[in-house]
């Protein structure tokens, strides 16, 4: 185990902040894990995974773990579903793209998001119509305090929207190791329901879409409208879109006939914040090097040189100008490191 001293964090999130990690070690067995939490002589750790969920507003005074464990792993199949066990260090899309080789279905939607497959139960990510909690079956997790492996079931995790068992109860105990799915190798569940991508099929002219092709028109919407880390530092959405009653919605909706809107149950619907932002006339407004995405409202950025601090401010100007006009508080979906 080698710990590297005074890291510069800039390629290990994807928003770009140039934060550094007093500690600096790389994880890559379950073994270097149990190890590096029993160092005693760094008292403080900090884990991090793929760096695409977080917003990091200081240096890291503590043991940074960079959990890079890699491996995949058939459990067991029958002709129509695979149960496929991952771990946590391996980049998400890279194994929906491995999937879609093996023509294993139920990923396809959430083709091209950022970040490492172990943290993606942690907010139970989504896109298209489609979350992890779909194909989920369970994962392993490091219970920090001991060292112990414990296995959760889709019910121990508590899975919502954006939302899990590890964001509540669970928060800081735990590290997932290894995340398992339960996948279908035919009869495939095509999930085309979102508008996007029937118009993305339908301009290619594809009328039995295969999962290949879902996953390339999720791949084509994404690029459109969503920022590639690699050129514009970002974090996705930054905030989560709004669950109203049922009774807060409809005198929303008398308001503002125009806006979207998805049905949540039957008495909550989920209003898009990136149009509440791009209504308040954020949309490509740019304040020094922070700025809000001009393609997606809901995606703050930094073009080059922003801190932590500044996208923070921007984020609270945005929070309550949204306030103030529709009178809904939005609330950050990033995890906001302070
Ligand atoms: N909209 C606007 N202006 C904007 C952005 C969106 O009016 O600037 C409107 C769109 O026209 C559309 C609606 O809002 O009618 C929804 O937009 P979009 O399909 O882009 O999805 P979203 O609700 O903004 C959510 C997820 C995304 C995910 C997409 C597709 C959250 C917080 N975000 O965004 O996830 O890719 O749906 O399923 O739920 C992420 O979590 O990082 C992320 C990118």
Known sequence: MRIEKNISLKKHNTFGIDAKAKFFCEITSINELKNALRRNDYPDKFILSGGSNMLITKDIEAL?????????????????????????????????LWCLDHDFGGL???SLIPGYTGTAPIQNIGAYGVELKDSFVSCEAMNIADQSIRSFSKDDCNFGYRDSY???EGKGKYIITSVTFKLTK????????????????ERKGIKSPTIKDISNAVVAIRQSKLPDPKELGNGGSFFKNPVLSKSEFDLFRAKYPEAKYFKVSDDELKIPAGWLIEECGFKGKRFGDAGVHKDQALVL???????GAEIIDLAQKIIEIVFNTFG????????IIK
């Open 108 to 110: 396809e939607n959430m």
């Open 166 to 168: 590890f964001k509540n």
């Open 328 to 335: 809904i508080k939005i609330a950050p979906e990033v995890n």
């Open 186 to 201: 035919r009869n495939h569940k095509l999930n085309t329901s979102y508008g996007a991508i029937e118009d993305e099929l």
């Open 301 to 307: 950025v930094n073009y080059g040189n922003a801190t």
């Open 64 to 96: 940074v773990l960079y959990i890079n464990i890699k491996g995949k792993e058939i459990l067991e199949e029958d002709d129509d579903h695979v149960y496929f066990k991952i771990m946590a260090g391996e980049v998400w899309h890279d194994m929906v």
